[in-house]
C-alpha cells in the first residue's frame, strides 16, 4: 500500500470504522423494512382487503387495546416497586429484588405456562374459575403485567438513583419524603419510566406466546398462522404487517422525543448514592410489598418446576430438548458478540454526536420498537432468496434476526458509558499518537470492560429469550430452545414441556450468575 | 529561529458562534508562549485547533512548514502531529499503570519495548516519581498525578506541548513546585510550548512571551515589559494592575515579617 494511501486511510479511520459498523446494521435492521416496502407494497396494495374481510383490524385495535393495559399495569405495580428498590431501606432488598426482576429474562410464554400449572383446571390452586380468568383477556394482561413489571421497576430505580441528589435535597427541605418521591424524583426520572412504557409496549404488542398459549386472538398471531398454521397465507400476511410500518414510526418519534440520549443517564454506570430513605412505621408494610412481587415473580417458576418433577418430564427432557439449547446458546452469543462490536462504535458516535451517528441510532431503535412481526416479515422477504440460502437456511438466520432487533442494546448501554468518558481521556490518546481503532480498542474497551460485559450478557439474555422474532422464521433443526417449547407445547406431554421450561430457567439463571460473576467489581 | 507551530487567519465557529476570529499566532521553536485570556476567550479553542481536534473554517494551522489544517480541511489527523497536551483534568487513563500511562503513546509510535522501557525510567526519574512505574493514578496523590500527566506529555518528546490550565485546580505551595519543574525541564529539553492559563503570574514564571486572546481575538503579543508599557485593553491593563497589587502586598508583608523578626 503506497503511503498516501496509507495516511489517508489513517487520517479517515473513524469514519471507515464507522461506516462498516452503520453498514452492518443497516443490513440487518434497515434493509429489512426497505425489501418490505419496496418489494412487498404492491402486494401490499392488492391485497389489502384482508385487512378489513377478515377481521384483521378489530384484531389490530384489540391488540393495541391490551398492550396499552399490560403497559398502564405494569406502571402501576413498577413505579412503587422502583421507588422502594431504589431509594428505601426496605427489608430484604438484595434478595428480593433478584427475584422480582428474574422473569424479565424469560420469555412470557414460559411464564404463562407456569401459571397455568397453578390456576388451571388441573392446576395446583386451580379451579374453573380461575381457568376461564386465566383463559381470557384478564389473563393475557395479567401474566404479561407481571412478566415486565421488573423492566420498570429496575428502570425506576435506576432512574431515581441517577438524579442529583440537590434536587432531591432542596425538596426534602420543605416537604415530606412521600411529596419529595412523588413530585421531585419520578418527574425528575420521567426518561427512565417512559423508556419503560415503550418498551413494554413494544414487547406487549409483539408478544405471540402468550395470547396463543391462553387461547386469545391478537394481531401478531393472525400473521404468525398466515405464515405457518392452518391460514397459511403468506400474501396476506404481509398485507397484515405493512401497516404496522408508520405504528413503528410512530413508537421511534415518541422514543425520540421523550427518551433519546436521557437513556444515558438511566443506564448510565455511575457511582450510585448510599443514603436511603427511612420508612419508619412503613417499614414492614413496604417490605411485606416487595416479597410479595417476589413471589409472584417465582410463583410460576416454581409451579413448572413442580410440574417437571412430579410428571417425571426431567427425565425425557434430554431426548426431546435435542439441540435446541446448543442453537440457542450459540446463536445468541455470537449475536451478542455481534451487538457489542457495533454497540462499541455507533454507540462511541452517538456519545461524541458525530455526523449521521443520530440515524444509526434511531436505525437501531427502530428495529427494536418494530413489532417482531413486522421486523421478522422483512426478514424472510430480504434472506429468504436462493443465493442466501446460506444464511437463511442456517442459524445464521436466527444471529441476523437477534442483532436486527436488540443491537439498540450495544448501542445505547455503551453509549452511556463513554457518554460519561470525559472526551479529554479520548483526546489525549489520540495527541500521543493514537489512531481511532487503538483508541477505542486500547483506552475505552479496557476503561469500560466491565459495562461492556454487561452490554453483552443483557444482549445475551434478550437473545435467549427470543421467540416472536425466531418463530418466524426458524430453520430445519436449527430452532432455539424457546421456539422448540412453543412448538412442543401443542402436542408434547405436560410434564416434558414443563421440563424443558425448567432447562430454560435454569439455562438463563446459569449465564446470569456466571456473568455476574465474572463482572463483579473488582477493588483496585 | 524557526516557526515550531503557527496559525494563520484561523477562524473557528461553533454553532454559528464566532469562537476564534481570523487568530494569527506564531510559537518559535524551543519558545514557551503564555496564552492568556478571560474565561470563554477561545484559549483552549486555539489549543483544539492545533491539536487537530477542532477544524478551522478558514484560515491555516502549520507544523514546522507543513500545513496540517486548511480552511475547513483536516489534513493531519491529531495522532499524526507529534504534539502533546496536558488537560486541566490531566485525563490519566485510570486502567493503567503510571508505565501504561506513558507507554501507551511510544507503543502507539513503534518504539520498541526496551526503549520505551529506558525512556520511561528516565522521565519518570526526572519528575520524581521513580519507582511508581506499578501503581495506578487512583493510588497517587494529587501532586504525583499531575507529574505523571506532564512525564506523560515530555515522554513523546513532542514538537511541542499544550498546556491546558493543568495547574488550575492545584494549591499554591504544589503550584509553585510544580512550575519550578516546568521550567527546569523546557529550558533542559527546548521543548516549544504553549501554556493556557489566566493567571499572569503563572505565565510569567514560564513563559518568553505572552499572548492575550478576548473573545476570539489576540489583542495583543510580547513580553511582560511590552504589555506593562502599552496595555492594548482594559483587561490586560486589570492584570497588570492585579500583579503589581500583588507584588507589591507581599513586598509588604515580607518587610512585616522582618520587622517582627
Known amino acids: 500500500m503506497g503511503r498516501p494511501l496509507r495516511a489517508a486511510l489513517r487520517r479517515h479511520e473513524q469514519e471507515l470504522v464507522l461506516a462498516l459498523a452503520a453498514a452492518a446494521l443497516c443490513t440487518v435492521g434497515v434493509a429489512p423494512f426497505a425489501s418490505l416496502l419496496v418489494r412487498e407494497g404492491t402486494a401490499w396494495l392488492n391485497a389489502s382487503t384482508p385487512l378489513v374481510s377478515s377481521g384483521a383490524l378489530s384484531l389490530l385495535l384489540r391488540s393495541l387495546v391490551l398492550s396499552a393495559l399490560v403497559t398502564l399495569l405494569a406502571l402501576a405495580l413498577g413505579m412503587p416497586l422502583g421507588v422502594l428498590v431504589g431509594r428505601t431501606d426496605v427489608r430484604g432488598l438484595w434478595p428480593a429484588s433478584l427475584l422480582h426482576a428474574f422473569p424479565a429474562f424469560l420469555p412470557p410464554f414460559l411464564l404463562a405456562l407456569g401459571w397455568f400449572h397453578l390456576f388451571g383446571v388441573s392446576g395446583l390452586l386451580g379451579s374453573e374459575a380461575t381457568s376461564r380468568a386465566l383463559f381470557s383477556d384478564v389473563g393475557v394482561v395479567f401474566v404479561l403485567a407481571l412478566a415486565f413489571t421488573p423492566i420498570v421497576t429496575c428502570l425506576v430505580a435506576l432512574g431515581i438513583q441517577g438524579v442529583d441528589p440537590g434536587l432531591e435535597e432542596a425538596a426534602r427541605v420543605v416537604a415530606k419524603p412521600s411529596r419529595v418521591v412523588t413530585r421531585i424524583l419520578i418527574p425528575a426520572a420521567a426518561p427512565a419510566w417512559i423508556l419503560a412504557a415503550i418498551v413494554i409496549f413494544t414487547l406487549s404488542f409483539s408478544e405471540l406466546g402468550v395470547p396463543m398459549f391462553l387461547r386469545v386472538d391478537t394481531f401478531p398471531a393472525a400473521v404468525f398462522s398466515r405464515l405457518g398454521g392452518v391460514d397459511y397465507a403468506p400474501g396476506e400476511a404481509l398485507a397484515l404487517v405493512l401497516p404496522l410500518v408508520p405504528f413503528a414510526l410512530l413508537l421511534l418519534a415518541a422514543e425520540r422525543r421523550f427518551v433519546g440520549t436521557r437513556s444515558y443517564a438511566v443506564f448510565g454506570l455511575r457511582s450510585r448514592r448510599q443514603d436511603r430513605l427511612g420508612l419508619g412505621r412503613w417499614r414492614p408494610a413496604a417490605s411485606a410489598a416487595l416479597w410479595l412481587a417476589a413471589l409472584l415473580s417465582v410463583a410460576p417458576i416454581a409451579a413448572l418446576a413442580w410440574r417437571a418433577l412430579s410428571g417425571g418430564g426431567l427425565a425425557e427432557a434430554g431426548r426431546w430438548m435435542g439441540r435446541a439449547p446448543w442453537n440457542s446458546l450459540s446463536s445468541s452469543a455470537v449475536a451478542a458478540t455481534a451487538i457489542v462490536g457495533i454497540g462499541l462504535v455507533v454507540g462511541h458516535a452517538t456519545a461524541r454526536r458525530l455526523r449521521g451517528a443520530a440515524a444509526l441510532d434511531s436505525a437501531a431503535v427502530l428495529a427494536f420498537v418494530a413489532p417482531a412481526a413486522v421486523l421478522g416479515i422483512g426478514l424472510i422477504s430480504l434472506w429468504n432468496r436462493p443465493a442466501l440460502q446460506w444464511v437463511y437456511g442456517s442459524t445464521g438466520i436466527l444471529v441476523v434476526g437477534y442483532v436486527a432487533r436488540y443491537a439498540v442494546i450495544g448501542v445505547r448501554t455503551i453509549g452511556s458509558l463513554i457518554a460519561q468518558t470525559p472526551l479529554h481521556v479520548e483526546e489525549a490518546a489520540a495527541a500521543a499518537g493514537a489512531g481511532f481503532w487503538r483508541r477505542l480498542t486500547r483506552i475505552l474497551l479496557p476503561l469500560h470492560a466491565r459495562g461492556v460485559g454487561f452490554a453483552w450478557l443483557l444482549a445475551l439474555v434478550f437473545c435467549l429469550r427470543d421467540l416472536e422474532l425466531a418463530v418466524l422464521y426458524y430453520p430445519p433443526g436449527g430452532e432455539p430452545l424457546t421456539v422448540r417449547l412453543f412448538t412442543l407445547e401443542a402436542n408434547g406431554p405436560e410434564s416434558v414441556v414443563a421440563a424443558l421450561a425448567v432447562v430454560q430457567v435454569t439455562m438463563t439463571a446459569a449465564v446470569l450468575g456466571a456473568g455476574g460473576f465474572l463482572l463483579r467489581r473488582r477493588a483496585t | ?261
Open chain 2, 1 to 261: 529561529m524557526s516557526t515550531a507551530l503557527a496559525l494563520e487567519g484561523v477562524t473557528l465557529t461553533y454553532r454559528g458562534q464566532t469562537v476564534l476570529d481570523a487568530v494569527d499566532l506564531r510559537v518559535a521553536s524551543g519558545e514557551v508562549l503564555a496564552l492568556l485570556g478571560p474565561s470563554a476567550s477561545g484559549k483552549t479553542s486555539v489549543l483544539r485547533v492545533a491539536l487537530g481536534f477542532a477544524v478551522p473554517r478558514a484560515g491555516t494551522v502549520r507544523l514546522g512548514e507543513r500545513i496540517v489544517s486548511r480552511d475547513g480541511r483536516l489534513l493531519v489527523a491529531p495522532e499524526d502531529r507529534g504534539l502533546a497536551v496536558v488537560f486541566q483534568d490531566l485525563a490519566l487513563w485510570p486502567h493503567l499503570t503510571v508505565e501504561g500511562n506513558l507507554g501507551f503513546g511510544l507503543a502507539a509510535r513503534g518504539v520498541p519495548a526496551r526503549e520505551r522501557a529506558e525512556r520511561i525510567a528516565a522521565m519518570l526519574g526526572r519528575v520524581g516519581l521513580a519507582g511508581t512505574e506499578r501503581r495506578f493514578p487512583g493510588e497517587l496523590s494529587g501532586g504525583q498525578r499531575q507529574r505523571v500527566a506532564i512525564a506523560r506529555a515530555l515522554v513523546m518528546e513532542p514538537r511541542a506541548v499544550l498546556l491546558d490550565e493543568p495547574l488550575a485546580n492545584v494549591d499554591v505551595d504544589l503550584r509553585r513546585e510544580l512550575l519550578e519543574l516546568l521550567r527546569e525541564l523546557f529550558r533542559e529539553n527546548g521543548t516549544t510550548v504553549i501554556h493556557v492559563t489566566h493567571d499572569l503570574r503563572e505565565a510569567v514564571a514560564v513563559a518568553h512571551r505572552i499572548a492575550v486572546i478576548e473573545a476570539g481575538r489576540i489583542v495583543q503579543q510580547g513580553s511582560l515589559g511590552d504589555l506593562r508599557r502599552a496595555p492594548a485593553t482594559p483587561f490586560v491593563r486589570a492584570l497588570i494592575e492585579d500583579l503589581e497589587d500583588r507584588a507589591s502586598r507581599v513586598d509588604c508583608a515580607e518587610r512585616e515579617s522582618g520587622r517582627r523578626s
